[in-house]
């Protein structure tokens, strides 16, 4: 799941505090979206800011027996293995 939000930024030191608030409050809904309806293992929560200068957020539930930065490559790249049903975006 991809998560903007409203303002940009391109760093934590360019939120206010409400920003921070109502964002965490939007990462919190989200988390409980993704396992009440996929029940992942883990889900990750990826910062990326470089190709697009502004601030966006990954939720990327984890499956599988690969961890950490090397299942979160292979889940931004569309390489990573999900259960039957549940479908992750394919790489270029």
Same mark, same amino acid.
């Given at each position: 799941?991809?998560? +903007?939000? #409203?303002?940009? @930024?391109? %760093? ?8 921070? &608030? $109502? ?8 988390? +409980?979206? #993704?396992?009440? @309806?996929? %029940? ?8 990326? &800011? $470089? ?42």
């Amino acid at each position: 799941m991809y998560v +903007e939000p #409203i303002a940009h @930024r391109e %760093s934590y030191s360019e939120w206010s505090e409400k920003e921070f &608030s $109502e964002f965490g409050i939007a990462l919190q809904k989200a988390s +409980e979206w #993704i396992l009440s @309806r996929f %029940s992942p293992a883990k889900i990750y929560t990826v910062l990326v &800011s $470089e190709k697009v200068a502004h601030m966006h957020f990954h939720l990327i539930p984890r499956y599988g027996e690969t961890k950490g930065p090397e299942y979160i490559r292979q889940a931004l790249e569309g390489m990573a293995q999900a259960p039957d049903g549940i479908s992750f975006p394919k790489g270029n």
